[in-house]
């Protein structure tokens, strides 16, 4: 079926065209406007509105890069349905590096906001009702923060089917099942009905291409999925994604120097020593040991700790081995694979 103009932001996209419409976020002291800018690839035929946003996080810069090679594939031509991409949703944190909005506040905590309140909810807000509202699926990408980085994982409410289900279709090797927290924007996408997965991969302020194939990769899998792309006349090796059964993570028992002696997203044995902390001074050492069997899905990347640091992210899972075989298989194809966007064709007019 033919699609209808699809508007945003006071601006009507017709079908088959793509915009960008300059969402006004707030002033500066200067008075001069600041804008999120929106990408609105509406496509001839009718089908889901999916939202792909980034940098709610503003130092999480790896979904801003994936965005951008998304935007740039030549399928996007053929598009059914509209995809909404938010490149830098934080555009406040993004200017500064940083994480949170100028008055300290993290957005993803700001949600559903509210017209009249502070920076933070008057951006939510904004985010929640002009853009989110618009949206059938939505896709957030997110890393881990400065120092610290995640191996590629999809963390979802699994109670929810649709939601199960473009999980799933992502094509990562690992699922968190993650609890909903007040205020971010996927508590509110949930509490509407609309399916909504968060992607974690790599660290703040760094691009790691592993990461950013992977999520490219991911998210065209979720466009097959809901039928905005028609299937890929050789189907791919899908893997099915494992579920944790729970995560925790091992903190520093003391202050000092930390070396690390696992990799993202190897396979850990209850006891097994994972990194030692020492004095930079004295031969004074400790060992840091994993008190669970499972896949290290995040890690701190820097030496200088203090004692209660989180330094590893362990999730659980019933079938350890099986599961970091796969993370292993997958990765090594994700890096084997020929490149996924430097050589896309540009942007067709
Ligand atoms: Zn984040």
Redesign the pocket.
């Known amino acids: 079926m033919t699609a209808t103009p699809f508007e945003l932001g006071g601006v009507s996209v017709a079908p088959g065209q793509r915009t960008i419409v300059e969402m006004p976020a707030a002033q500066l002291y200067t008075q001069t406007p600041l804008n999120i800018p929106v990408h609105v690839v509406h496509g001839r035929q009718k089908g889901p509105v999916l939202l792909v946003c980034a940098a709610?996080?503003g130092d999480?810069l790896n979904g801003v890069e994936i965005i951008r090679r998304v935007l740039r594939m030549s399928s996007m031509k053929r598009l059914h349905g509209t995809l909404v991409a938010v490149p830098v949703v934080n555009v406040f944190g993004f200017i500064h590096k940083s994480?949170y909005l100028p008055d300290r506040r993290d957005l993803?905590r700001c949600f559903p906001g509210s017209e009249t309140g502070s920076l933070g909810a008057r951006m939510a807000w904004l985010f929640k009702t002009q853009i989110l509202d618009r949206a059938t699926h939505a896709v957030?990408l997110?890393?881990?923060?400065v120092y610290r980085s995640n191996q590629p994982q999809i963390r979802a409410n699994l109670e929810s089917p649709d939601t199960a289900a473009m999980a799933e279709a992502f094509g990562v090797p690992l699922i968190l099942n993650s609890v909903l927290r007040d205020g971010t924007l996927r508590e509110v996408a949930e509490a509407q009905n609309i399916p909504v997965i968060?992607y974690?991969a790599g660290e703040?302020l760094r691009f790691d291409e592993t990461s950013i194939r992977v999520g490219v990769r991911g998210i065209t899998n979720v466009m097959r999925h809901l039928g905005m792309l028609s299937e890929r006349k050789a189907p791919g090796h899908h893997v099915k994604p494992a579920v944790a059964g729970s995560s925790i993570w091992v903190r520093a028992e003391r202050d000092g120097v930390f070396r690390s002696l696992v990799a993202l997203g190897a396979r850990i044995k209850k006891d097994q020593i994972l990194g030692r902390i020492s004095s930079p001074f004295t031969a004074d050492e400790i060992e840091v040991r994993s008190p669970c069997a499972g896949i290290l899905v995040g890690r701190d990347n820097l030496p200088l700790v203090n004692e209660g640091e989180a330094l590893f992210h362990i999730a659980r899972f019933d079938e350890v081995k099986q599961v970091a075989q796969q993370v292993e298989d997958f990765t090594n194809g994700i890096v084997d694979a020929d490149p996924v966007a430097e050589n896309d064709p540009p942007i067709a007019p």
Do not use: L, W
Request: no cysteine.
């Open positions: 709610i996080h999480e994480r993803n957030d997110h890393t881990g923060a968060t974690e703040a």
